[in-house]
């Protein structure tokens, strides 16, 4: 799931969209922090998990905004629009 | 990944090495899986049907080996709601990536969080399940899927094609061959790593003693109260610390969207006979402001305070 959220990331143009696949990473780790704090019993994955969702709560927020803000300026959602920060 | 995951916990629980996945398996497991994605991403010449049934031809050969590998073993740990809740992750996943429309692309994001909200429950993570569905189905979707709304581009009434009235940057996905091979190799490295070193990790294999004591005293107290009780006791600096990031994220959500910005389109572009022309003053005023299209002086006047 991770790696599918790394194509994703990579590959959309739409900036929503690749805000969402940072959610689709942030969720295969914290499936893999929750199993092995499972494992190895105690519940320190667990309360990581916490504070990724914490993470994942505020990103989203700022990362809304800015999009938000970039889509006033130029009107459309293409990444490549953009595409003079380059240099 | 769920299932490298499924196959870790199967090798943690038997502790043992035998008939471990071949490196080839893997591997063509793998450029299949990339193949299959790749046809999947919208793109212009590429056929998403073909990716699709090869993806789930490759997810279910997957499926087919680890349901071999866990034949004869005794686990209380994967069932059948294990195998569901993957299946229907993954293919969420997969859908949220292909799937060209945005507001489809987070409605199967929710897809995935549910299904991971089961594989939390399914790993006696209940309080984990539930802020999961609720911070994420309630909280993040609803902000994505408003942004989402207010950020679309007019459809185009009447036309029934199936990706009318979409963007050119929806339709048409950048470096998807590049992007597929790298995020399949990792995929590749990262299963490869997996099962080959899965039988050299001792605290895992020694898990079951500790999780069963932990278990008492989550019977005791419950899953809940025993996070809280950990939380307060050992990560109290981390636990402020987040709800001050929280705090500082809502204030600069608010500033950074709220701020009035002039599109660049609109701003003062010179033409080419604008830059020609030499800037020299018009009249004898040095402090004067050298203004085009105008011979009155009060606008060439250079501001005093």
């Known amino acids: 799931m991770f790696a599918i959220g790394v194509i994703g990331f990579v590959t959309r143009r739409n900036m929503i969209v690749i805000f969402l696949c940072t959610e689709l990473m942030f969720q295969g780790v914290a499936i893999n922090l929750i199993a092995f704090s499972r494992f190895t019993g105690n519940l320190a994955g667990q309360a990581f998990v916490i504070f990724v969702l914490v993470i994942a709560a505020s990103e989203a927020s700022l990362a809304l905004g800015l999009v938000i803000l970039l889509f006033r300026q130029k009107n459309t959602l293409d990444a490549d629009a953009w595409r003079d920060l380059k240099w | ?305």
């Open chain 2, 1 to 305: 990944m769920l299932g490298a995951l499924s196959t870790l916990q199967l090798l943690a629980d038997a502790g043992s090495q035998d008939e471990l996945l071949k490196p080839l398996t893997i591997l063509f497991l793998c450029l299949a899986g990339g193949i299959g994605t790749f046809l999947l991403l919208p793109g212009r010449k590429t056929s998403p049907k073909m990716g699709g049934v090869v993806l789930a031809v490759t997810l279910l050969s997957l499926a087919m080996i680890l349901f071999r590998l866990t034949a004869g073993r005794a686990s209380s740990e994967v069932g059948p709601y294990f195998w569901i809740f993957s299946a229907i992750a993954l293919v969420g996943a997969a859908r949220v990536i292909t799937h060209p429309r945005p507001v489809y692309s987070a409605l199967y994001f929710v897809l995935t969080v549910f299904a991971s909200a089961g594989l939390f429950i399914l790993m006696y993570a209940e309080f984990m399940a539930a802020a999961l569905v609720l911070i994420y189905a309630g909280a993040i979707l609803i902000t994505y899927v408003f942004v989402i709304m207010l950020a679309a581009s007019a459809q185009t009434v009447g036309d029934r094609s199936p990706l009318a009235g979409l963007a050119e940057c929806d339709t048409v996905s950048r470096e998807p061959f590049m992007a597929c091979c790298v995020g399949f190799a990792l995929m590749g490295v990262l299963l490869f790593v997996i099962f080959d070193k899965a039988d050299q990790m001792p605290p895992l294999a020694a898990a079951p003693a500790p999780s069963a004591s932990t278990s008492e005293s989550e019977a005791a107290h419950g899953s809940t109260q025993s996070i809280g009780i950990y939380l307060f006791d050992n990560q109290i600096v981390n636990l402020e610390l987040s709800g001050l990031i929280l705090t500082v994220s809502m204030v600069g959500a608010i500033v950074i969207a709220r701020r009035r910005v002039v599109g660049i389109d609109q701003r003062f572009e010179p033409s080419s006979e604008m830059i020609s022309a030499t800037a020299t003053p018009v009249n004898d005023d040095p402090r004067s402001i050298p203004v085009y299209g105008t011979t009155d002086p009060s606008q060439k006047a250079y501001p005093e305070n």
